[in-house]
């Protein structure tokens, strides 16, 4: 988001007012209609070859959906919803106000920001929001891989209470896999602003509002698939990491490369892509979501809480 060119500079905590509503309402809608994608792309990825003569074992996403129908119930889809959900308006919030801040930081006094100037802060957007939400994503891949139904399924915060008394709060407890929690933020982020931002730039905006909307629709997509697509190995590391461990007791990922390293060797590349399709499918018209739900909700409070001569809204 480019922040707004007013000939009277709008107070922080109002900026900081404006993308907390913003980015929580585009989060928390974006949450509720992609979620299940997202529990179907951690699935596929804690599974590993030892458990495939279970009924339980997914072949695709599909099969995901459909075994999860029949062992779960259609409610199966959303397990592991209350955290993201809980994190989301202050993860956008600091996702959208730090690039901001970290753009300024990048422009190094000129004042034109470039593709790298978006690249850097995309990264350092990336970075910060991950120490924010590695708490949520292990409670919420806790829940995610819990295959249970109705009662035997533990609640958020039970789950959490579980983590805490069995392995505290640190890189074995609530923060386990923050390292490939940075890696996939960091890599995500890093090219999902500077596409966005960069192609955006080379593209005029159409006078047509529809055509605006599909121009800002289909550069939001490519980016979120773009970004996706790159860090998929650092997100199938965090899942090894933060989910159950295929032996109870011993502890077979503990870092981010040699989790890399291991499904490498033993599962094959191909292995480091798992859940590659509902990653994409709910990260490249997520990702467009997230931007025009964030633009035109910021729009709408810029326009009906419009500071004094202020201009129109730049760029986002």
């Not at 698939?225 to 860090?231: E, I, P, Q, W, Y």
């Amino acid at each position: 988001m480019s922040a707004p060119t007013m000939t009277k500079k709008r107070p922080v905590w109002k900026e900081a007012t404006f993308q907390i509503f913003s980015g929580g309402s585009a989060g928390f809608i974006e949450v509720c209609i992609m979620h299940p994608l997202d529990l179907i792309k951690t699935r596929l990825q804690i599974q590993s070859g030892v458990n495939r003569n279970d009924p339980k074992y997914y072949t695709g996403v599909f099969d995901a959906f459909r075994k999860m129908y029949k062992h779960e119930g259609i409610t199966s889809y959303w397990k592991g919803i209350v955290p993201p959900i809980l994190v989301e308006t202050p993860k956008r919030a600091l996702k959208f106000f730090s690039f901001e801040q970290y753009k300024k930081l990048f422009m190094f006094g000129s004042p034109v920001a470039t593709p790298i100037t978006f690249t850097l802060a995309g990264a350092g957007a990336g970075i910060t929001e991950a120490i924010l939400v590695n708490p949520f994503e292990v409670v919420k891949v806790a829940l995610q891989a819990n295959k249970k139904t109705g009662k035997e399924v533990p609640s958020t915060w039970n789950m959490t209470r579980q983590i805490i008394n069995r392995d505290g709060f640190g890189g074995k407890g609530l923060n386990k896999g923050l390292t490939a929690t940075i890696g996939r933020n960091g890599v995500f982020n890093t090219i999902y602003f500077s596409f966005y931002h960069s192609v955006k730039g080379f593209y005029p905006p159409f006078s047509d509002p529809r055509l605006e909307f599909l121009r800002k629709l289909g550069i939001g997509f490519v980016s979120g698939t773009l970004a996706s697509l790159a860090n998929i190995p650092f997100d199938v590391a965090k899942s090894r990491i933060q989910g159950p461990q295929p032996i109870v007791g011993s502890i077979k990922y503990f870092g981010t490369f040699q989790a890399i390293t291991l499904v490498y060797k033993e599962e094959g590349f191909f292995a480091l892509y798992k859940g590659t399709i509902p990653k994409i499918m709910r990260l490249g018209p997520g990702g467009a979501i997230m931007l025009l739900l964030y633009e035109y909700v910021y729009e709408y409070l810029d326009k009906t809480f419009p500071e004094n001569n202020s201009k129109e809204l730049g760029s986002i």
